[in-house]
């Protein structure tokens, strides 16, 4: 069921009517229920999966609880072996054979293991995500583990971060379920102007964007540079208008029932550097790397060069996790490749930015630009699709001439909305919902831009396929 559909918009009104008409113990169930429902509209069958990691870790929590010495480990182990076993078999088997059958290849051995057309259950990396920091929280002993079976499936389940996240932590929701928050006025307001803004990024802005950019990436070969230039600069704004405008969704409707998600964006494309980037793009993936794996593997706490390839496994791994292809492992590995080299000029060559806002300025273009490029790999088809894209966007003989289904109208429209989206953006982080009669207009407005302005096609959310 996607947010940008009618039969959401059903949903989310009857869910939302119905949870401040029942008690507690009404709402969770009602919320467990309508999350099944919601996950379920995609293809039933996965709830099976989503079933079977939700009692094992739930029972593992507790065994995890009682033991005492290597047993805690065993039976995270467990833990973690159903969540990531599900994981590999459905978005990582087929890839991992297909390199195996190429290497058997070179050897003149042909691979016997054939290839599984398995469907990737929507959202399985997420939810995945989060539910292991669930038992590993427990394991460090920063959260007991949870009796009610029926709130920690919610846990698992809630239907507004289901698919897409934020990845939320045990410590910030599962005590929230366990609450039960009085119809505040307040909250409606402030979830639905949320709900608002991100359906108007995602319609109004991704949506027209993609109509350059899927044009563009169908067929390098056949496109211009200027041409392949524009679509990949669109791209960039594209990709986050569709997955910052679902958080957006996400954090309204849960804020709409008194529920607080965490924030997952902070306008990150006024970054000075690829690390501050990071602090501001994806949060709640980017705290879950750093807390899950950058740290165990030692941080920053070991040798130079360690230190360094930790950064790379950490990016490379990131990688993986947004797409089983190469394409994807070399994105993360470009972002690994960034931070390196930005930390050996800061210790080699002892060079200190000069601050101002000229200089601030172009550090802001010089990061926009390398994570651009980097974007590349992330949106095009394979590598050899990658490779034709750069060398024509960096050749200037295949200038040619700009080539779009959008006249010149609509492409100067776009750029006004990506220079609305950013001022607002850094200048108005929150819309104010304060006075209500200001808060009816705004609302009204933007749903009347989204309706009139937006581009309804059947266009999923990006980050769905992960």
Known sequence: MLFNSVQFVFFFIVVSILYYMLRHRGRVWLLLLASCYFYMAFKPVYILI???TILVDYFAAFLIDKAEGKRRKWYLGLSLVANIGFLAAFKYFNFINQNIGFALGLMGIENPIPNYPLELPIGLSFHTFQAMSYTIEVYRKKQKPEKDFIIYSLY???????VAGPIERPQNLLHQFHTYFKYNFENIKQGLIRIAWGMFKKVVIADRLALMVDYAYANPAEQSGSTLLVATLFYSFQIYCDFSGYSDIAIGAARLMGFNLMENFDVPYISKSISEFWRRWHISLSTWFKDYLYIPLGGSRVGEYRHYLNYFIVFMV???WHGAAWTFVIWGSLHGIYLILAMMRKKYLNIELPSGFWADTLQILITFSLVTLSWVFF???????????LIRIFSPSTY????????????WFSVGLISLLMLKEIYVKHIDTQKTPVFYVKFAALLIACYFLGVFTTNQFIYFQF
Request: proline share 6%; aromatic share 6%.
């Open 156 to 162: 698992v389940m809630f239907y507004p971060q289901l």
């Open 318 to 320: 990131s990688g993986l």
């Open 50 to 52: 989503l079933g079977v």
């Open 379 to 389: 949106r095009a088809r394979g590598l050899s699709d990658a490779k034709t894209v």
């Open 400 to 411: 040619t001439g700009l080539t779009s289904p959008l006249n010149s109208t609509e492409m």
